[in-house]
């Protein structure tokens, strides 16, 4: 076993971000921390694994055009899907990297044998816990927080109907091998069956899905496991303020650095999974 491990561990270079020292002498002291570094890690194929988040196929802006007007993040994503997430799978499947999908729910999984093979295994989605209990004014800031600041009243039907079918793109979608849970519960199931203590995030979007939803980063650094994404293969939801240059993602990543792994890059992540020498002569 120990000889296995070795084989199975290779050295990828990893950014971590050194949020030391303040330098007091400085009118922001932050300034002075280290910031982003970076350094040639260890990465163990056997105990890690990809996990791809809420990679959905959405429609087109002609068919939801109101769930089109609220998800800023849709056409970066398609972006994504056309290129680096699938070079990322194809690494991952010739280097025999464990991969899990993380679903919305089980409308777009519930026929898949993969899904199928992880209820049998771990059982059903979890109900959710008891919810506090509400009264007039507050579902009254409810309705206005949904009616003008969040998603909008014309948009609903469109969002609602974009659910309903909601799918996994084709570039993304889950072979029977490959296991697809819908909650954190499932997700810890099979980590632990598979001996993996750490995830390794793609998928949309970084700063809400994959942090703090079922199966997310949150939940499971929780449970122990080591959380890290690859920066080509996330993107955030911006808003007006930030969409330009992307800030919200920098932050996600960042938060994923300080409270739950390591970031890497897609190519030099690529490379070293597929440096293991039982995938030597394999294309990337």
Not at 42 to 48: G, N, R, T, Y
Not at 213 to 241: F, H, P, Q, W, Y
Not at 251 to 259: F, I, K, P
Request: glycine fraction near 8%.
């Amino acid at each position: 076993m120990e000889e296995s491990e070795v084989m199975r561990t290779v050295q990828i270079p990893s950014h971590y971000y050194q949020v030391f020292d303040l330098d007091f002498t400085r009118e922001i002291p932050a300034e002075g921390i280290g910031g982003w570094k970076m350094k040639d890690l260890p990465f163990s194929l056997d105990h890690s694994a990809l996990v791809v988040m809420h990679a959905w196929d959405v429609g087109t802006r002609e068919e939801f055009p109101g769930w089109h007007r609220v998800v800023e993040y849709f056409p970066r994503a398609e972006k994504i899907l056309q290129g680096p997430l699938p070079k990322l799978l194809q690494a991952a499947r010739s280097a025999s990297l464990k991969i899990y999908h993380v679903s919305a729910g089980e409308i777009s999984c519930r026929h898949l044998p993969g899904y199928q093979r992880t209820l049998d295994f771990a059982g059903a989605p979890e109900p959710g816990g008891e919810q506090i209990a509400t009264d007039l004014v507050h579902r009254q800031l409810q309705a206005f927080r949904e009616a003008e600041g969040y998603l909008g009243t014309h948009n609903r039907s469109d969002i609602e109907a974009g659910f309903q079918r909601l799918a996994f793109p084709k570039e993304a979608f889950p072979p029977p091998e490959e296991d697809v849970v819908v909650d954190s519960p499932q997700l810890f199931a099979l980590c632990q069956r598979d001996g993996i203590n750490h995830l390794v995030y793609a998928g949309f979007a970084l700063n809400v899905c994959l942090h703090q939803v079922g199966g997310g980063m949150l939940d499971m650094a929780r449970k122990g496991l080591m959380c890290s994404t690859i920066r080509e293969v996330v993107t955030a939801t911006e808003n007006k303020e930030t969409a330009r240059g992307e800030l919200a993602k920098e932050n996600a990543l960042w938060r994923v650095s300080t409270g739950f792994g390591f970031v890497y890059d897609l190519e030099s992540f690529a490379e070293g999974i597929l440096s293991a020498p039982e995938c030597a002569g394999r294309e990337s």
